[in-house]
């Protein structure tokens, strides 16, 4: 299973995006969102961590990464 967190635009180059996430930088295309406006500040969502699949809105992506806050501090098993 692959859980997607969102990356967030820090500067366009044509059809790629240098973006961040958790202090990572990553060069990713934005081939697959051709139709869109892509800009500085806006949440992607990323496939196999090098290709933009969706652009959401920054409400959602935070409250995604509140949620991966919240699950990395649960003391989750399995019995």
Known sequence: ??????????????????????????????????DEQIA?????????GAWAVEKIAPEEALEIYRLFEEFAGANCSID
């Open 1 to 34: 299973m692959c859980i997607a967190i969102p990356v967030q635009v820090l500067e366009v180059h044509g059809m790629n995006a240098r973006v961040a996430r958790h202090g990572e930088q990553l060069e990713v295309s934005l081939l697959l969102l051709a």
């Open 40 to 48: 500085p500040g806006d949440y992607l969502i990323l496939q196999a």
